[in-house]
């Protein structure tokens, strides 16, 4: 059974920085495809950047130059790395962990909160 847990969300002042880790664990293989999002109330999910096994990345406009996706050492393991975070990024991030080459399905995590306020 795929497991996604996201971690490192908190309370940080506007400026601050955050690294939020996901980690997808009960597979064998690689994913191919794992995706940060965010949610706040009364929105819809919002796609926020993503990373192939390849490692390539794609950022939304609003953080591009301030988030960093990446890979972590540990298999199936990712970061986002926010820094210069403004009230606007406070929200639920989600992380969503796609193995659609192998289980033609997606996984995603329990969320986890990120206060951006002074």
């Known amino acids: 059974q795929v497991r996604v847990v996201e971690s490192g969300g908190g309370l940080v002042q506007p400026g601050g920085s955050l690294r939020l880790s996901c980690a997808a664990s009960?597979?064998?293989?690689?994913?191919?495809?794992m995706r940060w999002y965010r949610q706040t109330p009364g929105k819809p999910r919002e796609l926020v950047a993503t990373?192939?096994?390849?490692?390539?990345?794609t950022y939304t406009d609003s953080v591009k130059g301030r988030f960093t996706i990446s890979m972590g050492d540990a298999k199936n393991t990712v970061y986002l790395r926010m820094s210069n975070l403004k009230p606007d990024d406070t929200a639920v991030y989600y992380c969503?962990?796609?193995?659609?080459?192998?289980?033609?399905?997606?996984?995603w995590g329990q969320g986890t909160q990120v206060t951006v306020s002074s």
């Open positions: 969503n962990a796609d193995f659609s080459f192998v289980l033609q399905k997606d996984f």
């Open positions: 009960g597979v064998t293989f690689s994913f191919d495809t």
């Open positions: 990373i192939s096994r390849g490692e390539r990345t």
